[in-house]
């Protein structure tokens, strides 16, 4: 087991370097560098371009050099100092400003996968086993709106509704009081109240989808020899159930969030966005809009490596619970 | 019980039928039963063709400014009225509206002018313009009697444009979005799957691995990543078929993944073994014996891959690192739902996405009936 | 119906009149039809049948997992316990008519009728250890403790002689073998000492000579525990090695029921004597076969494998270093194949004789050794190194039929093109003369002109076999390998296919390679056979002479193991396991 798990951790370190790359190509796509696009702006401001600052900071941020040493250098720095490079936008170290938003992003995105697999796993249950009555079908439609809605979509009308119906804000993910107050039981609290809203909007899709998955991974097992076995030993229906087609149902969806985690990642983007929460996206979305690359390229790595983690945590735990896969 | 593999109708003519009966015809059979697919599809189809000759459905221009409507709330189309007479007249119609403003709080509203109507008719002369960039026409489906009159069946918007005609030229846009990108997602995903799934080795586990990273790395914030390198000067065309591009740069990895699986699969059925025994090349194996049983599979997922272009589109657009105006999509259109303050003045401007809704619902009926479909001798499915 | 019932004592469960039907579209489809049948403790009743008779649900309809199938009509009486050792049941219940999901039916399953399955592999839960699964039935019905549970488990393992049964309990299902899984299933079965043992199809899916042990241990544990056993089969062969009493199946009735010295001796219904004949003129070798060769000699080799090998790669552990560990499926394999001649390539799973048709055919490539295929001008070519364009005319000379009826037909083509396919891809470009042709080659087959419009889900898998048939025929071969081309087939149906293959052979100066785990079939069919053992020919030569006279031991073992459709010669050979010298 923990050769197996040693084996998939050592498999994993290749894709974050392709992850990290593909990045760091990101950052390096628009046209020109960042420098150009600064004195642009500066001389579009009508103010002087100091050509020694610029010269100073090209060979701070080494922008003369090929794409590769620019690369060695970016992600030495980060494995090595944690040193993302530096936000040309707020002139600030780029590591300093995202750790608390980075934070807040995988609390949202972890409590949003509880969230899903919480209400996905008893429904997809309910659903496969009462396949085509009336309470599968709700469910089912249900469902597919959920699937069929953008997340953003969620997100307007809630606010919407709150602002217009309710009076009530809810953007952001803590009160006025607590935004710039230091860390204490009340403040969790508070984030915890917040989060709710965020939560069901970013999982409403995952959530739709896993029922599905839950449903149909059930129809299959529901059927199956050793289940008839089971109850030819005299178990009654319900212990059945959990014990022996829910149990191994169970496999496969470990499994899902491998796919559903970047689902949610990707998801919860667009929703913070909406809702103005302070987590990494719309930071991150302004630094891609104003081409503040480092600050950008950051974010895209860290999401991106919290997925990875994601199917990490999904694998293993698979391993886990599946004695097959274990063992070869 | 043993499962019957034969069709065993209790007629023997219908016996006969089933018999001689093409896989092709099995699937459409069996897809027919699935009322929700079928009346999806009609759906679907009703879509493209708004989006095929967007601009015989559209009254107006979509990019056509008015000052005097701005957020004009919608107007319902009334069929008949009583004129002065005390008559009752089949006239179809809206009612005038006009912008006041509350002389205390300054409030601008719309109000109902008393015994002011557009009367509307079907095919309307209009300037003439080209369908499809091709044939001149100098009609529209509907519009005012009186030209020059503007009714605002979805309301407008901030600068008074009719909403009902820019959600149909954004029809055009967000409908093709996918189609388009879907075909370039294929294209990759057969070419990628298929040489996966056919000649194994070296290729297949290089291609899964790129596949394998591409599901596990969340797409919206490499998708903006890679819409935020477009330089914003492009042409909407250019642009229209970079973000085309780049949605299916991601998205191919899904098909891909299917279609090698299948092939996979595929390869080693005995029929197809016997292909090759037959004599037939590796050309013909996959074209004759192979690609007839996979096209099924491919529809029914390349079906189920529209709407999720569709909602990447939207959710690009909506972020400002899409489509950008003058474009039209309907992610464009949400793009202006995007304050509090413009919703809470004209909620009509959601109705973009109802529509969204609506299409990526009726797309997933779709998919979903024709996978079940696609297999026309499984057991399972409705 | 026949009823010569000796027995006088009371039986343990009456099945009275019984009707299971399933809902379909088309109203009730009945798969037991007013089925009536007596099991008695310690005796077997054996339900014999092909697939489709009902069998399989009946003997579900006893447990109450009938479903999604509904009792309609009948009663399943449950007769109390007639021995002292066993739970005490209060009076005769009626079974049909309990809730299937209540506790009294609950009680009953697992406890005084207990079952098993056919899929050794399916039948047990893949993520728990048998341990559990077997403890889980102890303790559902009696109430002792954990510790005491596995105790009971391990001597139950034991009884069902798995080797170490304390390291066995803790182990998945996925760690056994087959032959293991399916004593752990009877482990389990027996956990509670039922009083009846519903045994479905038990040995059908395992190797004939596990079939063999395990048939053999179902009896000492039915002497032992004096267990009612009912035991469902299609094979007529098992029926005379078990039975004390037979019950023949047929569309959902009991059309013939005797005790089994009775109805092999004197089966009066027409339907149990073809099943009768068919199981027992496989055991001989066939006139049709030995008239032929008279009439027309066998001529020179055509097909000349030498030394053949193919070996494939099993695993690479490690993440730094590959070790590859290397599984021979076919070792230096030899054999002439002559004009005119049949040769049998028998084996158990795992044996590699169908690896050796693949490699035989080009389907794969051999690592090692010669294919040597003298053509009709007398020519030797190697087909060994030949790439697909190389092969091309030997394929055309050396056709292949499959196992799979149901997989080896292109569902998206019609039985016409499926025939054509190899006419149209050897030059035949004339679309009149390929039609001419493949309704020359369906009549040769025996299917009507008109299948050439159908698709092949319009045909039973002993038509589609007759399709590949044509299909294999189709370019003049002159040779044929058949892998595994009946196993698939019921009973009377597959004779009819051999036969044909027979009658064609004659017509169209075939040989055949003919691959099949059947030891019966091979001597009905070829003149020579080759026994095949973990990937080596362990003994070959003349048919007969190899079924009548074995010299090597696991041929020996394999020949013994083979249940003789005879019920007064069920004791006349004793088996024993062959093990590999190491």
């Not at chain 1, 935004?179 to 204490?184: L, V």
């Not at chain 3, 370019?475 to 064609?504: H, Y």
Request: aromatic share 8%; charged share 20%.
């Amino acid at each position: 087991m923990l050769y197996y798990i040693f084996r998939r951790i050592v498999w994993s370190i290749p894709f974050f370097f392709a992850i990290s790359l593909f990045a760091f190509l990101i950052i390096q796509a628009p046209p020109g560098d960042y420098l150009t696009t600064y004195a642009a702006r500066l001389e579009a401001q009508g103010q002087v371009v100091d050509q020694a600052r610029l010269e100073t900071l090209r060979e701070r941020f080494a922008l003369g050099e090929p794409i590769l040493v620019q690369y060695f250098n970016w992600i030495s720095g980060i494995i090595t100092r944690g040193d993302f490079g530096i936000s040309f936008e707020f002139q600030q170290p780029v590591s300093e400003m995202i750790g608390q938003r980075m934070a807040l992003s995988v609390v949202l995105a972890t409590s949003t996968l509880f969230f899903t697999w919480a209400i996905a796993l008893p429904i997809g249950i309910y659903s496969a086993v009462r396949q085509y009555t009336a309470g599968d079908y709700f469910f089912s439609i249900l469902g597919f709106i959920g699937l069929a809605t953008p997340n953003f979509l969620i997100a307007l009308a809630l606010m919407y509704y709150g602002t217009v119906h309710l009076g009530a804000d809810v953007t952001g993910l803590f009160s006025p009081e607590y935004a710039n107050a230091p860390w204490s039981g009340a403040k969790v609290v508070d984030l915890l109240k917040h989060l709710i809203i965020p939560v069901v909007i970013v999982g409403t899709a995952s959530t739709a989808s896993l029922i599905r998955v839950m449903r149909a991974n059930l129809l299959d097992e529901l059927f199956k020899p050793y289940v008839v076995t089971a109850r030819a030993k005299g178990l009654s229906e319900f212990r059945l159930l959990m014990k022996y087609p829910v149990r191994i149902a169970l496999n496969p969806f470990v499994s899902t969030i491998g796919w559903a985690f970047p689902q949610i990642v990707s998801g919860s983007t667009i929703v913070a966005v909406v809702l103005s929460l302070p987590t990494a996206d719309p930071l991150m979305l302004d630094a891609l809009l104003s081409q503040d690359m480092y600050l950008a390229g950051a974010f895209i790595l860290l999401l991106s490596v919290l997925s990875i983690v994601g199917m990490l945590v999904s694998d293993i735990l698979l391993a886990l619970i599946d004695p097959r896969i274990r063992y070869t | 019980m043993e499962l019957q593999h034969t069709a065993t109708p209790s007629d023997p003519r219908a016996a006969d039928d089933v018999a001689e009966a093409s896989q092709a015809r099995l699937i459409w059979e069996k897809f027919r039963k699935h009322r929700v697919a079928l009346v999806s599809l009609y759906i679907v189809g009703a879509f493209y063709v708004v989006a095929l000759f967007a601009e015989f459905f559209q009254p107006f221009d979509p990019n056509l400014t008015s000052r005097t409507d701005v957020y004009h709330p919608p107007q319902m189309i009334r069929l008949t009225y009583v004129d002065d007479m005390g008559k009752r007249v089949f006239a179809p119609h809206v009612q005038k509206q006009k912008l006041t403003r509350d002389k205390l709080t300054l409030k601008a509203s719309y109000a109902p002018v008393e015994n002011e109507r557009v009367f509307l008719r079907l095919f309307p002369k209009v300037e003439t313009y080209k369908l499809v960039n091709l044939i001149p026409v100098n009609r529209t489906l509907f519009g005012p009697v009186n030209q020059g009159e503007r009714f605002y069946l979805f309301g407008s918007d901030r600068l008074g444009r009719d909403m009902f005609s820019r959600i149909v030229a954004g029809t055009r846009i967000s409908m093709s979005i996918g189609l388009v990108g879907v075909g370039m997602s294929l294209v990759l995903g057969l070419i990628i799957g298929g040489a996966a799934g056919y000649f194994g080795g070296w290729f297949d586990t290089a291609s899964s691995r790129v596949i394998e990273l591409m599901l596990s790395i969340p797409t919206i914030p490499i998708w903006l990543g890679l819409s935020a390198a477009l330089p914003p000067s492009l042409d909407p065309l250019t642009r229209y078929f970079m973000i085309t591009l780049i949605l299916s740069l991601i998205g191919w990895t899904e098909l891909a993944r299917v279609v090698r699986g299948r092939f996979m699969a595929m390869r080693s059925e005995d029929f197809v073994t016997a292909g090759r025994l037959d004599g037939a090349s590796p050309r013909r194996v996959i074209f004759r014996h192979m690609m007839p049983s996979l096209v099924s599979h491919i529809i029914a997922s390349v079906s189920l891959a529209i709407p999720v272009m569709i909602l990447a589109e939207t959710s690009l657009s909506f972020l400002g690192l899409g489509l950008m105006p003058p474009s039209i999509s309907w992610g464009v259109l949400l793009k202006e739902a995007q304050n509090i303050r413009s919703i809470a003045q004209a909620e009509w401007l959601f109705i973009p996405g109802g529509f969204v809704v609506v299409v990526v619902l009726a797309l997933n009926f779709l998919g979903d009936g024709l996978r079940d479909a696609a297999d026309p001798y499984s057991q399972h499915g409705a | 119906m026949t009823q010569t019932n000796t027995t006088t004592q009371t039986p343990i469960i009456s099945i009275r009149n019984l009707t299971t039907a399933f809902a379909t579209r088309d109203g009730d489809f009945n798969a037991v039809d007013d089925v009536s049948l007596d099991i008695h403790a310690g005796k077997t009743l054996c339900l014999v049948g092909e697939s489709g008779s009902g069998k399989s649900v009946l003997s579900r309809s006893l447990l109450r997992i009938e479903q999604p199938g509904l009792i309609r009509k009948g009663e399943i009486i449950l007769h109390p316990s007639q021995s002292a050792a066993r739970r005490v049941r209060p009076g005769a219940i009626d079974l049909a008519t309990l809730d299937v999901k209540g506790k009294t039916i609950r009680d009953i399953r697992g406890r005084d009728i207990a079952m098993i399955f056919q899929e050794p592999m399916s039948s047990l839960s893949p993520v728990h250890r048998i341990g559990s699964q077997i403890t889980e039935s102890i303790r559902l019905h009696e109430k002792i403790s954990k510790a005491d549970a596995r105790d009971k488990a391990v001597d139950l393992l034991k009884q069902v002689e798995i080797a170490s049964p304390e390291v066995a309990i803790d182990k998945y299902p996925f760690e056994f073998s087959g032959g293991m899984r399916q004593r752990a299933m009877i482990a389990l079965a027996l956990a509670c000492n039922p009083e009846i043992l519903v045994a479905d199809e038990p040995t059908t899916a395992l190797d004939v000579t596990i079939q063999a042990e395990i048939l053999d241990l179902l009896k000492d544990l039915q002497n032992r525990h004096q267990m009612a056993m009912l035991f469902i089969t299609h094979d007529m062969g098992v029926v005379a090695q078990i039975a004390d009493q037979v019950a023949v199946m047929r569309h959902g009735k009991v059309i013939e029921e005797n005790d089994v010295f009775t109805l092999f001796r004197e089966p009066q219904h027409s339907y149990t004597k073809t099943l009768l004949k068919a199981a027992q003129s496989s055991d001989t070798p066939s006139q049709r076969r030995t008239e032929m060769r008279a009439r027309r000699p066998i001529g020179q080799p055509i097909l000349r494998a030498v030394d053949l090998g193919k070996k494939f790669p099993l695993s690479s552990k490690g993440i730094f270093r590959k070790e590859v560990r290397w599984l021979h499926a076919v070792k230096d394999v030899s054999f002439d194949l002559h004009a005119g001649e049949n040769i049998g390539i028998v084996g158990e799973s795992g044996s590699g004789k169908t690896t050796l048709a693949r490699c035989i055919q080009r389907i794969v490539t051999a690592q090692s050794g010669q294919i040597l295929l003298t053509d009709a001008h007398g020519t030797e070519t190697d087909l060994v190194g030949l790439d697909d364009k190389a092969l091309l005319p030997h394929w055309r000379d050396m056709r292949m039929i499959f196992q799979d009826p149901f997989a080896s037909l292109n569902p998206r083509m019609t039985i016409s093109q499926i025939i054509a396919e190899p006419l149209l891809l050897s030059g035949m470009t004339s679309a009149t003369e390929r039609k001419e042709r493949v309704e020359e080659l369906l009549d040769l087959v025996g299917l009507p002109k008109s299948a050439g419009s159908r698709y092949p889900h319009a045909f039973s898998g002993g038509q589609r076999q007759r399709v590949s048939i044509a299909r294999a025929i189709a370019p003049k071969p002159r040779i044929i390998i058949a892998d595994e081309a009946t196993s698939a087939l019921d009973v009377s149906i597959r004779s009819r296919v051999m036969d044909l293959l027979l009658d064609l052979q004659e017509q169209l100066d075939l040989s055949y390679l003919f691959i099949s785990h059947d030891v019966g079939l091979v001597r009905y069919f070829c003149d020579r056979v080759l026994v095949m053992y973990k990937g080596e020919v362990v003994e070959s030569g003349e048919t007969e002479q190899i079924c009548t006279d074995p010299h090597h031991r696991y041929t020996q073992s394999l020949l013994s193991a083979v249940p003789v459709a005879d019920p007064t010669r069920r004791d006349a050979t004793t088996r024993f396991r062959y093990h590999a010298p190491t």
